[in-house]
Every structure is written in structure tokens, then in C-alpha cells.
């Protein structure tokens, strides 16, 4: 059965306090591996599709890495206005819809 | 311009009322979606729908009925609603095929009392 688990389910971190955000994915073949950013009343947009194992990308303070097995949400220096519901989806080969994770709620302190 | 628009935004109703969710893209996607995100705001899919190709998710009561006048539009009729259908419902659209993310809506608070 497929599953996406992501960790921790909630992260508080000082302004400029990096770290990494976790998701774990089983699917029957990965067609891709997509992180969403989620405010509050707002509908998830958009960070990032991942494909294979080594791929990388860069948007701003994130990076987003995908291995065979996870992938991370790494967060450099983060700032306030970086708080929100971080989450991660998996769409597994022959589908097109989103199966995701419980997401990471981040919190950026000042 | 807004990509993906559904309409109302909040929805209050009594339990047994039938409602509808409307939901349009002007993204010219050609694959639409219904999700449901649950108090601890898990979101699963409800609904695909690919051109005339209504995929149906096992786990959805039949109560939930996906209508597509056109490529452009996805709404979701619920019949005979229960407490349990309180939920945020998000439309979402993307185009088939690898590589293409979905956008979403910014969602309907439907609250059953």
C-alpha cells in the first residue's frame, strides 16, 4: 500500500536556524515527488517535483533532495514569513493524483 | 487572474441537506481534482477527472457525486450530508502527464451541524 510519512510533525526554529524537514515514501514506482507549501485557510502551492534518486532543487532558502527512499526539505536560514504546513506527495507511475504525507508545521521565531 | 476558483469559500449547512461546491480553471489543465483535508489536515483524494474519465475513489460514499459540465470545471454535489462530511474540500487541476504540479483552490470550509 502506498504511504508517505513526514517528520517531524512539527518543527520551531529560531530566525536563521537551519534544518531539514523529512518524507518518507513506499509507492509502486515514483512518477514523481512533489513538496507544497500551505498557509493557513490558503490552498497548498507549489515548491517543488523531484523525479529521480540525486535530483536537486533550489528555490530561495529551500533545497529539496530525493534519495530512493526520502527526500528532505532542507531550509537555510529560514526567516519568519517561512512558517507554514510543509507537505510532501507522491504520485506513483500510471496516476496522476497526489498522495500525501501529514506534513511538517514550521514555525520561524524571530 | 485566479487559476483554480471554487466557490463558496465557507459553507454552513444542517445534517440531511443536499449542496454542491463549484469549482473552475482557467489553466486549460485537462486533469481535475477533488481533495478532502480532515481536522488534522490530511489531505486524500476524493475525485480524478480526466477529460470524460471520471476516476472514482473506493473510499468516497456515493453520497459525493463529481459533475463536469466541461474541460474547465469540477463540482461536487453531496447528498444527504452528515457531520462527518464537515471537512476543507480543495479543487485542484493539473495536466496529465509527467512533470505537471497541480494548483489548487483556496478551498471550502463545509461545516455540517
Known amino acids: 500500500e502506498d504511504q508517505v510519512t513526514q517528520s517531524p510533525e512539527a518543527l520551531r526554529l529560531q530566525e536563521g536556524e537551519s534544518s531539514s524537514l523529512n518524507c518518507s515514501y513506499t509507492v509502486s514506482g515514483l512518477r514523481g515527488l512533489f513538496w507544497y507549501r500551505q498557509d493557513p485557510g490558503k490552498g497548498p502551492e507549489f515548491l517543488f517535483t523531484l523525479y529521480s534518486a540525486g535530483e536537486e532543487k533550489e528555490k530561495e532558502r529551500l533545497k529539496a533532495t530525493l534519495t530512493k527512499k526520502e527526500s528532505f526539505l532542507h531550509i537555510t536560514a529560514p526567516k519568519p514569513e517561512d512558517s507554514a504546513t510543509y507537505l510532501c506527495?507522491?504520485?506513483?507511475?500510471?496516476?496522476?493524483?497526489?498522495?500525501f504525507g501529514t506534513g511538517t508545521r514550521l514555525t520561524v521565531i524571530p | 487572474d485566479t487559476a483554480v476558483s471554487q466557490t463558496p469559500k465557507y459553507l454552513v449547512t444542517q445534517m440531511g441537506n443536499d449542496k454542491s461546491i463549484k469549482c473552475e480553471q482557467n489553466?486549460?489543465?485537462?486533469?481535475m481534482y477533488w481533495y478532502k483535508q480532515d481536522s488534522k489536515k490530511f489531505l486524500k483524494i476524493m475525485f480524478s477527472y480526466n477529460n470524460k474519465e471520471l476516476i472514482i475513489n473506493e473510499t468516497v460514499p456515493n453520497r459525493f457525486s463529481p459533475k463536469s459540465p466541461d474541460k474547465a470545471h469540477l463540482n461536487l454535489h453531496i447528498n444527504s450530508l452528515e457531520l462527518g462530511d464537515s471537512a476543507v474540500y480543495f479543487c485542484?487541476?493539473?495536466?496529465?502527464?509527467?512533470?505537471?504540479?497541480?494548483?489548487f483552490g483556496q478551498g471550502t470550509r463545509l461545516t455540517v451541524v
Open positions: 506527495a507522491a504520485v506513483e507511475s500510471g496516476a496522476n493524483n497526489l498522495f
Open positions: 485542484a487541476s493539473s495536466q496529465a502527464g509527467r512533470g505537471t504540479e497541480a494548483f
Open positions: 489553466l486549460g489543465h485537462d486533469t
